[in-house]
């Protein structure tokens, strides 16, 4: 999260290869949609709405003094190569990151364009994420507010709200003779 004339540092943080080696940082530029997007718990700021120090044309009012939070925060367009122009999120509708130590993604979905992320170029590449056989990726979780979706080549499932939950389990069973897609959230599982 960052001002449009200040670049962020670079946070940090194991990245699934598939997503590309990082590199140098992307500037934020003129997006500032993880200012919309994201729940801070710092300032009560709930998830799909703009936060009470965004600015519009400027970004960050509190720039300076903006929570650890929005300092450490950089979603994957910033630092993943494969993820061009066409993916900043402002222009693709929606933010990508890591979840769960890197081994999930998560598409993040701006709930005024929640089908965004289902348009070329950008929904092959995450089917292409999805799938078992080229990935090492274990999950790819779609959020639109607080409904999930976890996404397979061939399908997605809709968990519907999250309701805090975090953990997914999901990969397939067999059924009726043939292997079959299921995800179900995990919290509360036994070890
Ligand atoms: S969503 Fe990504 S590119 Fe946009 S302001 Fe946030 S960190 Fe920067
Ligand atoms: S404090 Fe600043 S960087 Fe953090 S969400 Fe609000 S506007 Fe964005």
Redesign the pocket.
């Known amino acids: 999260?960052?001002s449009p004339d200040l670049p962020?540092p670079q946070v940090g943080r194991p990245l699934p290869a598939e997503a590309g080696a990082p590199t140098a940082p992307k500037a934020?530029g003129q997006?500032?949609?993880?200012?919309k997007l994201l729940e801070i718990a710092e300032l009560e700021k709930p998830m799909g709405v703009w936060c009470r120090h965004f600015v519009k044309g400027r970004g960050c009012g509190v720039y300076a003094d903006r929570p650890p939070a929005c300092q450490d925060?950089?979603?994957a367009?910033?630092w993943a190569p494969l993820l061009d122009d066409r993916w900043?999120?402002?222009r693709a509708g929606f933010?990508i990151h890591p979840v769960q130590a890197a081994s999930e993604l998560e598409i993040v979905a701006d709930p005024s364009r929640p089908a965004a992320w289902r348009r070329e170029p950008y929904y092959s590449q995450i089917k292409t994420w999805s799938d078992p056989a080229n990935t090492s990726v274990s999950v790819v979780r779609v959020r639109i507010g607080d409904r999930v979706l976890v996404v397979f080549p061939e399908t997605e499932i809709d968990l519907g709200l999250s309701n805090g939950r975090t953990g997914i389990r999901c990969g397939y069973e067999r059924k009726g003779g043939k292997l079959q897609p299921y995800a179900r959230f995990s919290d509360g599982d036994e070890a």
């Open positions: 999260m960052t962020n934020c997006c500032s949609l993880c200012c925060y950089q979603c367009w910033t900043r999120p402002d933010l």
